[in-house]
């Protein structure tokens, strides 16, 4: 099944924010064999919908503006995001995107991205079994570098733009 991917229209039926292209050239720059090792494009195909699945799963509340459409698949094309006051061209997937949804996709590729939580063992014991588990363990996994490509897209904390009109 050939990879639908976003274009800028707001498919409504886009599985991807990465083109497999997109992908390829993004992992050849930085040199991640394993990408390229891959068995397949339908493997690699695979991993891009996973990794969109997750980022939307994880950021679609979190994203700056609305969807284009309320019809599209996907949570880019955006309306009213701005990068240090400037806004985003409201046809486009940004290049920030699709690099962190390729960098999910190789980690898609070896395991789990969203993977049923739980809960951290702080200590065993054997005779007589003893388990305490540590109660500050983190339970979601986060990716760190994915999370600073996407942060400049991500709602600010606390302040809100109010346009005042004087007459």
């Known amino acids: 099944m050939s990879l639908i991917v976003e274009d800028g229209t707001g498919k409504s039926d886009a599985e991807s924010l ?35 699945d997750f980022i939307t799963q994880m950021y679609r509340l979190k994203w700056q503006g609305i969807r284009s459409k309320v019809t599209q698949a996907l949570d880019w094309p955006r309306i009213s995001v701005y990068i240090e006051d400037y806004p985003v061209l409201t046809t486009i997937v940004p290049t920030d995107v699709k690099n962190a949804c390729a960098e999910l996709a190789l980690k ?23 388990t305490v ?35």
């Open 18 to 52: 990465c083109s497999l292209s997109d992908a390829n050239a993004y992992h050849a720059a930085r040199g991640n064999a394993a990408w390229g090792a891959l068995a397949s494009d339908d493997l690699r195909e695979q991993s891009l919908r996973k990794a969109t």
């Open 108 to 130: 898609a590729s070896t395991t789990v991205l969203a993977a049923d939580l739980k809960q951290g063992v702080k200590s065993k014991k054997v005779g007589p079994i003893e």
């Open 133 to 167: 588990y540590d109660e500050h363990s983190n339970r979601s996994p986060r990716y760190l570098a994915v999370e600073r490509m996407l942060e400049p897209y991500f709602k600010s904390g606390g302040s809100t733009l109010i346009q005042v009109n004087r007459s």
